[in-house]
């Protein structure tokens, strides 16, 4: 009668080891780049929802009587379009209920956003950024910055909408042109 003694494995090989190793690597190699890209995309689609917002301000102050505002909160990284409403004879502002508010994602700082006049910074929180509507409008720039990532939203003073520029790549807005004073006012187009 033979007996045989089983024997129980409770370590793993070297080769085993190596195996997973290897494994996890190309998994990590895989997977950093993706989540790094997500967070690009992320970056890059809040401009373009921030640029959305910038533009209904333009909007609005180009074809209603009521006025607008933007308003950056940094408490709560929210950006948003303000109508101006009256109740009983008092003016208040509320959030435009046209114009969805741009939440910043979380991974951003709270002063990764900043909002420019005439190329001085302006803190929105206390006063919001408004103008009247038919009065000259000034040059309102809002900046997003993400770590090497830049981005500007210009909206001119005479342009109906906003320009972007994503890490210097943009295009630059029209200006405009004063015919007579560069001789070419009596000239036909």
Do not use: C
Not at 57 to 77: E, G, I, M, V, Y
Not at 107 to 118: G, H, K, P
């Amino acid at each position: 009668m033979s007996t045989h003694s089983t024997h129980t494995r409770r370590a793993f090989t070297l080769l085993e080891m190596i195996v997973v190793v290897i494994v996890i690597g190309i998994m990590s190699a895989l997977i950093i780049p993706r989540i790094g890209g997500t967070r690009y995309r992320e970056y890059a689609l809040t401009v373009e929802r921030v640029n959305d917002v910038v533009l209904m301000f333009a909007h609005r102050l180009t074809t209603s009587k009521q006025a607008a505002a933007l308003r950056f909160d940094p408490s709560s990284n929210r950006f948003e379009l303000l109508a101006k409403l009256e109740e009983n004879g008092e003016y208040f502002w509320e959030p435009d209920p046209l114009s969805k508010p741009v939440t910043l994602p979380t991974w951003l700082e709270s002063d990764a956003l900043s909002i420019f006049v005439d190329g001085e910074y302006v803190d929105t929180m206390q006063w919001p950024l408004t103008t009247t509507p038919g009065v000259a409008r000034p040059l309102i720039e809002v900046e997003l910055n993400w770590e090497e990532h830049q981005s500007l939203i210009s909206l001119p003073a005479h342009a109906m909408g906003p320009n972007i520029w994503l890490n210097g790549e943009g295009n630059e807005p029209l200006m405009p042109i004063d015919l007579d004073a560069i001789g070419q006012g009596r000239e036909e187009w």
